[in-house]
T-cell receptor
Framework: NAGVTQTPKFRILKIGQSMTLQCAQDMNHNYMYWYRQDPGMGLKLIYY???????DKGEVPNGYNVSRSTTEDFPLRLELAAPSQTSVYFC????????????FGAGTRLSVL | AQTVTQSQPEMSVQEAETVTLSCTYDTSESDYYLFWYKQPPSRQMILVIRQEAYKQQNATENRFSVNFQKAAKSFSLKISDSQLGDAAMYFC??????????????FGTGTRLQVTL
């Protein structure tokens, strides 16, 4: 029972580099989310998706892009990495129902130097 | 926009004792959900307990219970018989009951709970 799987777990980027954070869920969830967690802070929503082919911005979308070509996968792309993007990134997913409990991945720790 | 405030950056409790973590929120909605998530050093976010705003009865899950005061917009978490494994960051989160919001969560800044012997 994998749940929500994020890769990689850790990554160091140089300023200006690009990368994709991978997120996959095997629970057939409709909704998927990307959050970032800065030191000593709560999670802030970057982007979310309510289904394949549908994405929307969250609270802090600048500098990121997402796509949702399948129900299972929701990758997050950083095009031109900046030090301000140093953070821990969490992917989550949930059913579209009244319970709507979000299940989280283990996170990706990203440092931009 | 909704906001969630956790005014206690750190708390400490002795093993087997009881501790209460505070959370207040601001919303103009009447239908919503509230959650407490636990984040141990492993970073994994774990759901501890949830509360539907339309329910007057406070939610309980084993040693964890909440005190939900809707009029005061307060949602505190009580941990009874604290154990070493309870040491973690605890986040309070809000979710609108409006289905058009895609069930997004708004988090507080967290409370770090330390459990001592």
């Amino acid at each position: 029972n994998a749940g929500v799987t994020q890769t990689p777990k850790f990554r160091i980027l140089k300023i200006g580099q690009s990368m994709t954070l991978q997120c996959a869920q095997d629970m057939n969830h409709n909704y998927m989310y990307w959050y970032r967690q800065d030191p000593g802070m709560g999670l802030k929503l970057i982007y979310y998706s309510v289904g394949a082919g549908i994405t929307d911005k969250g609270e802090v979308p600048n500098g990121y892009n997402v796509s949702r070509s399948t129900t299972e996968d929701f990758p997050l792309r950083l095009e031109l990495a900046a030090p301000s993007q140093t953070s821990v990134y969490f992917c989550a997913s949930s059913y579209r129902d009244t319970q709507n409990i979000q299940y989280f991945g283990a996170g990706t720790r990203l440092s931009v130097l | 926009a909704q906001t969630v405030t956790q005014s206690q950056p750190e708390m400490s409790v002795q093993e087997a004792e009881t501790v209460t973590l505070s959370c207040t929120y601001d919303t103009s909605e009447s239908d919503y959900y509230l959650f407490w998530y636990k984040q141990p050093p492993s970073r994994q976010m774990i759901l501890v307990i949830r509360q539907e705003a339309y329910k007057q009865q406070n939610a309980t899950e084993n040693r964890f219970s909440v005190n939900f005061q809707k009029a005061a917009k307060s949602f505190s978490l009580k941990i009874s018989d604290s154990q070493l494994g309870d040491a973690a960051m605890y986040f309070c989160a809000y979710r609108s009951g409006n289905t058009g919001t895609a069930s997004k969560l708004t988090f507080g800044t967290g409370t770090r709970l330390q459990v001592t012997l």
